[in-house]
């Protein structure tokens, strides 16, 4: 169980979009539509942000949408906001009630 | 509101056992499809998924720890507790336990994390 593969970062400015991927193996990412995505500011709590690869949960802005295509999700942050900057994370149901999260993509907003 | 916590010694030995507990309110273990886990942080690196425990006491390990971990619940305590043996240096790191729902297989709420040093 090898962890996901994210970029290490990623940039863009005010007002742009930018992707983040996450990718994974036929194992995980590719045989579950189970992926999450996790907003994290150093010294808090990680935040929920999508589940099954695509949904928000109740409250999370509409700016953040997930997909996925064979074993690599992705996850598109439009009209970035300076409050994005922050490191995301994404995670994959590995089977037999296992997990497995990626290596993280920290996120600088220019 | 669900709330975690996490509590637990910050400074270990190398070779000592860590014991951590996560206390929690605003949901019981004791609901299908309810589950606790247990992930954590080294500083400056990435996620890593140790341990979960649902409601029905099925339980679930890393598959590169498994061999160092123990994760329990008290239901009646609202407590989740995580052994881990055999403490290392390389174990340092911040420890969060999450509350998972099955309706969405995400871990929705998430303590605030408990920073632990392994060190002699």
């Known amino acids: 169980q090898s962890a996901l593969t994210q970029p290490a970062s990623v940039s863009g400015s005010p007002g742009q979009s930018i992707t983040i991927s996450c990718t994974g193996t036929s194992s995980d990412v590719g045989s579950y539509n189970l992926v999450s995505w996790y907003q994290h500011h150093p010294g808090k709590a990680p935040k929920f942000i999508i589940y099954e690869g695509s949904k928000r949960p109740s409250g999370v802005s509409n700016r953040f949408s997930g997909s996925k295509s064979g074993n690599t999700a992705s996850l598109t942050i439009s009209g970035l906001q300076a409050e994005d900057e922050a490191d995301y994370y994404c995670?994959?149901?590995?089977?037999?009630?296992?997990?497995?999260f990626g290596g993280g993509t920290k996120l600088t907003v220019l | 509101q669900i709330t975690l916590k996490e509590s637990g010694p910050t400074l270990v030995k190398p070779t000592q056992t860590l014991t951590l507990t996560c206390t929690f309110s605003?949901?019981?273990?004791?609901?299908?499809?309810?589950?606790v886990a247990w992930i954590r942080q080294p500083p400056g690196k990435a996620l890593e998924w140790l341990a979960l425990?649902?409601?029905?006491?099925?339980?679930r390990y890393s598959p590169s720890l498994k061999s160092r971990l123990t994760i329990t619940k008290d239901t009646s305590k609202n407590q989740v507790v995580l052994t881990m043996t055999n403490m290392d240096p390389v174990d340092t790191a911040t420890y969060y336990c999450a509350h998972i729902s099955l309706n969405w297989y995400a871990f929705d709420i998430w303590g605030q994390g408990t920073m632990v040093t392994v060190s002699s």
């Open positions: 425990i649902y409601w029905d006491d099925d339980k």
């Open positions: 605003g949901f019981s273990l004791r609901t299908s499809g309810v589950g």
């Open positions: 995670c994959s149901y590995a089977g037999s009630s296992t997990w497995v």
